[in-house]
């Protein structure tokens, strides 16, 4: 959880593929917010700004490294993937990223994708704040902004394109497979 992914690739060389390990599950690998208070907390990793593969974990090229690497001695890469929603509605504007790509949560703009207003569900929740109130309304759980995070419309063909595409070029890059992230707040 959270290491730098050259890290990662030692740890396979070393012990992990000649201990007889067959996978890892690594941390989202995209593009997500910076927090300053506090200081870069671990959460931050869970809101997307992009699906850019450039985390502060390393680079797009160290991601791709770390994957061959491990896949050369029999471990295969999981990738923890944030495909629900983008970053939270108050994280301001600007390019406060790990890629330093360009956003404005309050008007849920994100061109490095590109997403638009049009792109979230806010349109189909029915709750006065926006957000999930009742945990039993699956409709507020898959429809509704999870503590603040821009709820993506996953049903619209172009939300998952954009998703599929992500996931197909980390599949291109040797990744095994996926843990998907809030997957209780995603219709079937």
């Known amino acids: 959880f959270e290491w730098r992914w050259a890290d990662i690739a030692q740890e396979c060389e070393r012990f992990l593929g000649p201990k007889g390990f067959g996978g890892v599950q690594i941390s989202p690998p995209n593009d997500h917010i910076l927090v300053n208070s506090p200081w870069r907390p671990w959460w931050q990793r869970y809101q997307p700004i992009s699906y850019d593969l450039c985390s502060r974990s390393g680079s797009e090229a160290e991601l791709k490294d770390m994957i061959t690497r491990c896949n050369n001695v029999g471990v295969k890469i ?14 301001g504007s600007g390019t406060h990223s790990s890629c330093g790509n360009w956003f404005n949560a309050g008007s849920e703009e994100f061109p490095s994708v590109p997403y638009s207003k049009l792109d979230f569900n806010d349109q189909k ?33 172009y939300v998952r394109g954009k998703v599929s595409d992500y996931m197909n070029k980390l599949i291109g890059m040797g990744v095994a497979g ?5 997957c209780k707040h995603m219709w079937p």
Do not use: P
């Open 78 to 91: 999981y990738v923890d993937a944030v495909i629900n929603h983008m970053c939270g509605s108050g994280g």
């Open 125 to 157: 929740c029915k709750t006065g704040s926006g957000e999930i109130e009742n945990y039993g309304d699956i409709y507020q759980v898959r429809d509704c902004r999870l503590v603040g995070l821009l709820d993506l419309a996953l049903e619209k063909d």
């Open 178 to 182: 996926f843990r998907v992230d809030a």
